[in-house]
Nanobody
């Protein structure tokens, strides 16, 4: 079993920056990938970014490319999402996810077995 604890959400102005953290604990030795998803009001959950744990390979949604960066700290079993140039449309609840299974892609929610509680990000205009 893996537990995910998120932090770093909050209220920021458009154009500002925010960094989200997700600390994993438990059976993390076989972790394959971790990801960030988000759910905006009245919309379905969407993929934001993911990272393969061993190789560091990353993937991003087109809407955040060039603005968001996903990274990992292996020693701390923690992933981060650095969000720059934030826009009001980035407002959503952001969820961290983890999986121990291998897939050719890491951008689909069905791949993930473990989820964090979610953290609110609000970007004001």
């Amino acid at each position: 079993q893996v537990q995910l604890v998120e932090s770093g959400g909050g209220l920021v102005q458009a154009g500002g920056s925010l960094r989200l953290s997700c600390a994993a604990s438990g059976r993390t030795f076989s972790m394959y990938a971790m990801a960030w998803f988000r759910r905006a009001p009245e919309k379905e959950r969407e993929f934001v970014a993911c990272i393969r744990w061993s190789s560091g390979w990353t993937s991003y949604a087109d809407s955040v490319k060039g603005r968001f960066t996903i990274s990992r700290d292996n020693a701390k079993n923690t992933v981060y999402l650095q969000m720059n140039s934030l826009k009001p449309e980035d407002t959503a609840v952001y969820y961290c996810a983890a999986t121990g299974q291998w897939y050719s892609d890491c951008s689909y929610s069905y791949e993930y077995d473990y989820w964090g509680q979610g953290t609110q990000v609000t970007v004001s205009s």
